[in-house]
């Protein structure tokens, strides 16, 4: 996964095109939607973390609800060769190590 620039010029190597950062592929994330908006000269695309996890090693990750009725997800669950983590929001809105009965990690 990539974060590009559209540039107005093209560049050295005749593209408009300008790779700013790339992103580690943590697939299977099913959920995942992709908004393009162009408006206006010179504008640029704003986007907003809404969180952060390093940790290294990750081959899977899905997020969960406490209950199907409840409107956004609370788990993140996190998967690695040897294990698998849950995280969960806290009071505080940070994401911390949690457990849930009946979930064999």
């Not at 620039?5 to 790339?22: I, P, T």
């Not at 969960?64 to 409840?70: A, E, K, P, T, Y």
């Not at 040897?82 to 009071?91: D, F, H, K, P």
């Not at 849930?100 to 990690?105: A, D, L």
Request: with cysteine; charged share 20%; hydrophobic share 45%.
């Amino acid at each position: 996964m990539q974060l590009i620039k559209l540039n107005l010029q093209l560049d050295a190597k005749g593209s408009y095109v300008e790779v700013l950062e790339r992103y580690v592929n943590l697939g299977p994330i099913v959920d995942f939607h992709v908004v393009v908006t162009c408006f206006g000269a010179y504008n640029g695309i704003g986007i907003n973390e809404q969180a952060s996890v390093e940790l290294q090693g990750i081959k899977g990750m899905w997020s969960l609800r406490s209950s199907i009725d409840d409107p956004f997800d609370t788990f993140l669950v996190v998967s690695f060769i040897s294990e698998t983590r849950i995280l969960a929001m806290n009071l505080e809105d940070e994401l911390e190590e949690t457990e849930i009965e009946g979930f064999c990690s």
